[in-house]
């Protein structure tokens, strides 16, 4: 359903054939680690940790953490561990997600990812437009533990 390849920003994850709104990517997958094991690592390497609680983070194994940030993502990350498409995905297209649907830190990012809406610095899900948090999470898309604080 999809490959790994060099790209521009760095490498990326990118589809082989059509696929569908609603179809299930990949999961999830690597081992739980703290807050604690996060702030000893380098900026870049703490980017590789997906947060899944307020003190927990999944150490994302590859392929899923090949997976860039896109501003007009066409994927989500649903209950926590399945990466879904929200839109059709072409062949060849770069499949993305917002990273945003999962930080509440202060964690942040620069973002070049030329789409038309790009927040230019990718922070926390409290700090997205507010038609944008409701998109998300109308979608199913927001990590769980954010969801609860925003229902
Ligand atoms: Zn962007």
Redesign the pocket.
Known sequence: MFTTKSCRHGRGLFATKNIAEGTSILEITGKKITQADVDKRSYKEAANALQIDEELYIDFEEPGVLVNH??NPNAGIKEDVFLIAIKDIAPNEEITWDYSTSVDTGWTMP???E?KN???LVKDFASLPKKVQKKYLELGIVLRYITKEFQ
């Open positions: 896109s501003c973002c070049h990812c789409e790009c927040r230019k």
